[in-house]
């Protein structure tokens, strides 16, 4: 049995930080008293000896760097990205920063503080980006998961939807009672579009699986994710996943003696039996793609959206439970979807009242899957409109 975990908070104040403590104060949420701002530059000795300055990155996170989760995998990639560009980096970073006014105040200071380039790595960052980005013109924004760009806003995200769907797999194929349990954030399209693509990848190797949700409405809140778990559990769901930033839904899965299926990280450190794989963002490269970019001067906006085909998407390693075939057939299907074979949202669809949402034969389109807000058949819980 892994006991709960609660997520480390650091509090340490880096001398000759240029943000004010005023600044500092206002920026939390429920879960975290306050938004911590981190310099890092281990090669700053060395930037000062060649004489040039390094360039600012800045990232802005929802929640707890910690050490599994949404916030923890780009943390990660901050790291790689640091590391593979040395002295020629210099990064910041603001952790438990709520979405809405608090992320603009943020996102404002590290612009007005000379932050060339800044991440902002949740959905609710979107228009608190766009409104300071007007302001700085000559600094570039990064957008995780928004749909809205500008001159010097770009946006990335991975194709998390081809995980969902071979974690699905794993589900429907490891489930005894063919009832699965979700712990979701919100009902926005990114959420909604996992909903459907794990329910699919469950229901192409098992028919009779049907797909349980609970909605907490937070990002992250360890216990409330965990408390969902439970309930999930006590209404028969023997194979759980979840959609927020904690091991919570793993913890609750590794006492109760069920299986979990991890999102964002590996998070198989909080269920050594339960944890049967996850769902991985890899941000790495592309951190690192788009900071050399802004050092060559060539930046670009875009929507990028990666996936398998360009290892921006990983799946964990499996868990000793999962048999050989099972392994093979989600190996399958993965090589399948990087090959262009095989697509988690394939017609026919119908939505789960029976209204016909994708013809035979067809891919639902990006632009359909990003603004997606309907469940499909077999999914029981309300979808909040």
Partial sequence: ????????????????????????????????????????????????????????????????????????????ARQFMQAELGDKVKTTYVESVAEGADSERVINQLAKSGHQLIFTTSFGYMNPTLKVAKRYPDVKFEHSTGYKRADNVGTYFDRAYEGRYLTGMVAGLMTKNDTL???????????????????????????????????????????????????????????LTQHTDSPGVINAAEAQGVYAIGYHSDMSEYGKTAHLTATVHNWGPLYTRKAQAVLD???????????????????????DAVPEDVRSRVEAAKAALIAGELHPFHGPLNDRSGVEKLAAGSNLSDEDMLGMNWFVAGIEGELPQ
């Avoid at 609660?6 to 008293?33: H, M, N, Q, W, Y």
């Avoid at 990155?57 to 910690?66: E, N």
């Fill in 1 to 76: 049995m892994h006991a709960k975990r609660t997520f480390p908070i650091a509090r340490l104040a880096l001398a000759g930080l240029a943000l004010t403590t005023a600044f500092l104060s206002g920026c939390s949420k429920p879960e975290v008293d306050t938004a911590e701002v981190k310099t890092e530059s281990p090669q700053e000795s060395v930037a000062s000896v060649t004489g040039q300055e390094p360039l600012k990155v800045g990232f802005v996170y929802v929640g707890p760097t910690g050490d599994a989760g949404w916030t923890y995998s780009h943390d990660k």
């Fill in 181 to 239: 349990g979700y712990v979701a954030s919100f009902p926005i399209p990114e959420v909604v579009r996992g909903i459907n693509a794990f329910t699919l990848g469950a229901q192409a190797v098992n028919p009779d699986v049907k797909v349980k949700v609970v909605w907490v409405s937070t990002w992250y809140d360890p216990g409330k994710e965990r408390e969902a778990a439970e309930t999930m559990i006590l209404q028969g769901a023997d194979v």
């Fill in 297 to 319: 001067g060539d930046w670009e906006s875009e929507a990028f959206w990666g996936g398998f085909a360009d290892e921006t998407l990983s799946l964990a390693p499996f868990n």
